[in-house]
């Protein structure tokens, strides 16, 4: 089991920053692939961007530019930097966990993002 607690939302103005982070329980930690994800009212939830095992990343083309997620596997937490918000980015945004090719899929309580114009 791996347990992930969200932290770092709030209400920000358009063009500035926030900073999620997203820690997690576990000793393989170092094993999973890390994604932040976000819902939006009345919309599906979607991918915002993903980091692998090694390293290796994958943002939304809404996001490229602007976001950054990074991993410190010592600290088993990912981060999520988010630059120059749009009120569009308004989301619960969600950590979530996952070895692909296994069954091992966890998700955190997720944390509001509000950016107002």
């Known amino acids: 089991q791996v347990q992930l607690v969200e932290s770092g939302g709030g209400l920000v103005q358009a063009g500035g920053s926030l900073r999620l982070s997203c820690a997690a329980s576990?000793?393989?930690?170092?094993?999973?692939?890390m994604g932040w994800y976000r819902q939006a009212p009345g919309k599906q939830r979607e991918l915002v961007a993903t980091i692998t095992s090694d390293g290796g990343t994958n943002n939304a083309d809404s996001v490229k530019g602007r976001f950054t997620i990074s991993r410190e596997n010592a600290k088993n937490t990912v981060v999520l930097q988010m630059n120059s918000l749009k009120p569009e980015d308004t989301a619960v945004y969600y950590c979530?966990?996952?070895?692909?090719?296994?069954?091992?899929?966890?998700w955190g309580q997720g944390t509001q993002v509000t950016v107002s114009s």
């Open positions: 576990g000793r393989i930690f170092r094993l999973y692939t």
């Open positions: 979530r966990a996952g070895i692909p090719g296994t069954v091992q899929n966890y």
